[in-house]
């Protein structure tokens, strides 16, 4: 069936001509669909690049990679029908280094995208405002090189260099059907292609390389300064002066990056590096004063370790970048992100301290507790393998959908069953040891074994504790009969 | 096997959930039902018709474990005695609880049996005589409750098995048995 595009209330010569125009691709569409369909989808995947998908639908994002602007239900066309590829409906996001296309629908989880680099594209044209641009969904177009095999050329792979690089060029153009900002992304879209970030990275990893080699050839030779007149590092004041200019390049770019929270953003990287380079230097000195320190020390650099090792995410889904699909992008990336947590938490984590942690790795552009829950209750619909849960006491936790309550009652009762514990029970502490949990998550177990009836409690001046529910054992009828267990314990 | 004076006390009472409430439907019923049987019994054997919540009672409290009732669980064990007929509230503010270990009824037929066996059909006793007389000496009426004996003698008077009459002194009162 074929499908007009979106003027239904406007009948005009304008709309006749759109309806024709499209009449004309989908008919030659369809024509080489029915005829080439093994072709159609070989072309589908051969055109484009592939790009890796998380397992929570979100793009892996590349070293040094940033995401820029986001919109929703494009097309991508090329407009070399040889090669059909044609994506409908999908996400476009913008980044530094590339543009990334993935299928999307609420109800499954996208496991691969399509992706052309920023460094394939020879030229983005211009958007022409036409009479007959008002009325049709709003187009990018751009030319693209392609390689001789017919595909899309990839700076990355090692053959695109030698064998006719560019040798073609392909305009391909993106249809926006949905409601996103189309003239702000052009111009993050100009913006991008022009910063080349994609190079910059290869320069500063070969630069690094060269200078450290230029650093050892000249340390052969005697003097204070070396052959090209910068001053060596040499004996004690040499690592003094060291120490010295590398504080200073770390407060200048400390400052440098407080000033400017744009610039904060692209300095978010150096941060990083910043942060393991500081926990590197607190492992070394944890090691080195091993009979010296004393608990308290420890304590406080194990803290700051982790403190520092929470900075992680380079590239927080903000509003601006993903306008409406705010929360839909957000959930998925803190599926992606509290997986590890999770997985130091033993299973479950509190969604107050999820939402901590969260934040903390974001540095700025902080979201709302509100956008939290949002995010998280966004979940059900999408298949990610996260869930959240409310116990009967209000307690929220965030869990993996595979947790088993059944596997955490067993171990409970294993507990629970054990010689010391049937005389004097547990508390939520013990079995937060056992469990590997926090202690008020395993409150919450215990709590909800009690009410299946696998526990019962005992409170007292000496605590809130569970006990092996007996009471089932018990006949009424015959108070006084004793059972097995009984006899030994009481 | 523990003993609270010459009552034996059974296994479970070592058992420290057993003295909390338990807020879990199932569980709780069952403690329930375990707790009636045992102030009961207990009553029953102690020769005890008397709770009063203010003061300690030796059943509420165990030694051995460390553990007691609270207030709220002993209302609640009691409450459901008052609910089963098996005991009565004294005072609105339920501080005190009249335990039936014998329901009226019951009492009613064993001074019947009292009188039979005694011979006393149609003789006249005092209230006072019928509980701590030489012939109740080694029978359940031995020491009876007051309030719970002239309950059931109203009873046997409704059904006109005999007659209460007040005494020469202001202190006592008549029965006239016509059983």
Known sequence: MVKYSREPDNPTKWSYLSMLQNLEQKKSFLISRKKYPKLIAAGMSNFFSKAEVTSSGRPVLLHNEVECHLLSAVDLEPEDHRHFSLLKSGLLILTTHRLIWLLSSSASTPTSASAIPLAAISHIFSSKKSLKSVFHSPRIRFQVLVSSDGRVFDPSSGSGSSSGSGSRSVVVTAVIRGKGDCDGFLVKFWDSWRARVWETTKISSSGSGSASGSGVATGIGGGLYSSDGSVRMVGVAGILRKEQEMWESTDKSLQDAFQDLNALMSKAKEMVMLAEKMRQKLLSGTSS?????????????????????????????TKESAGALYHQQLSRQLADFVRIPLERAGGMINLIDAYCLFNRARGTELISPDDMLQACSLWEKFDVPVMLRKFDSGVMVIQNKSHSDEEVFARIKSLVTKPEALRTGISPTDAAMTLGIAPAMAKEHLLTA??????????????????????????????????????LLF | MQKLGDFKLPHFFNYPPYFTLQPVRETSEKQIQLWKELILDYCR???????????????????????TLSHEAREAFLSALVAEGRAEWLDKGRRNCLILWHRIQEWADIIVNFVKDNGFEDSVMTVEEIRSGIESRGTELQGIDRTILVRALKLLEHKGKLAIFKGTSTDDEGVKFSV
Do not use: A, H
């Not at chain 1, 001046?461 to 009984?486: A, H, Q, S, T």
């Open chain 1, 289 to 317: 004063q091993t009979s010296g320190t004393n608990d308290e020390d420890m304590g406080s650099k194990e803290e700051m370790q982790d403190w520092l090792l929470s900075v992680g995410i380079i590239s927080p889904v």
């Open chain 1, 450 to 487: 009690e009410s299946k009836g696998l526990l019962c409690r005992d409170i007292s001046p000496d605590g809130f504790r569970f006990y092996i529910n007996l009471f089932p054992e018990i006949d009424p009828c015959n108070m006084y009969l004793v059972k097995v267990p009984w006899k």
């Open chain 2, 45 to 67: 054997i102690q020769k005890i018709f008397v709770i009063r919540l203010e003061e300690e009672f030796p059943l509420f409290s165990n030694s051995v474990v460390e553990r």
